[in-house]
Each structure stands twice: as C-alpha cells, then as structure tokens.
C-alpha cells in the first residue's frame, strides 16, 4: 500500500500564491514509475483534475487543465518522493480541498487532501 500526505494548504488573498507538497510512502518500488496527479474538489462539484506529471527518472512531461495553464506548475522530487503544485495568481474560484493521486499500472493512491481557501 502507498500513503500519500498533502499539505501547504491554507488561507491566502486573491493574486497570492501556494504551495503545496505530496510525500509518499509505504510500499513503494521506486517512486519515478508512478504517475502523479493533483486534483482539486470544490463544494458541490466534481473532482477535478488540476495538473498531472507522468513517471519518469528526469522530471516527466507534464498537463494541466485549462482554468490552472499558466497559473499553477507541477513538479516532482523522485529523492525526496515528493511531488509539488506551486499555485500563483490564486482566485476565489480556486478554493478546493486538493488531493494527490499516485498511478502506476492498474493501482490508484489517494492522499487525504488539504484545503485551499482563496478569499476575495
């Protein structure tokens, strides 16, 4: 089993930025041949994808849904285990509980979240 713990979560005014971490641990065979992903939930809606980065030793290529291109950067720490999603020029619409997700082969991990609040 994997464990995924977010954090960097917060309160931050519109235009502010964040950022938030994803460790992994567990049991974990080497932690670049799993795909990463942030997702976000707002209430009363969906999870949503935020941004993703696929395995890889060197960093991976990475996506990004369109309300977050050219706001948010993902990025990975395959040392550490670690993945992150810097947030910059935050809006109110941005406020979410932010999950982490690990895949690698037909196996899905999810963190616990942490909330993202963007006040106006």
């Known amino acids: 089993q994997v464990q995924l713990v977010e954090s960097g979560g917060g309160l931050v005014p519109a235009g502010g930025s964040l950022t938030l971490s994803c460790v992994a641990s567990?049991?974990?065979?080497?932690?670049?041949?799993?795909?990463m992903a942030w997702y976000r939930q707002a209430p009363g809606k969906q999870r949503e994808l935020v941004a993703m980065?696929?395995?890889?030793?060197?960093?991976?290529?990475?996506n990004y849904a369109d309300p977050v291109k050219g706001r948010f950067t993902i990025s990975r720490d395959n040392a550490k285990r670690t993945v992150y999603l810097l947030m910059n020029t935050l809006e109110p619409e941005d406020t979410a509980v932010y999950y982490c997700?690990?895949?690698?082969?037909?196996?899905?991990?999810w963190g616990q979240g942490t909330q993202v609040t963007v006040s106006s």
């Open positions: 997700k690990a895949s690698r082969a037909a196996a899905n991990y």
């Open positions: 567990g049991n974990i065979v080497i932690f670049s041949t799993y795909a």
């Open positions: 980065i696929s395995s890889g030793a060197s960093g991976g290529s990475t």
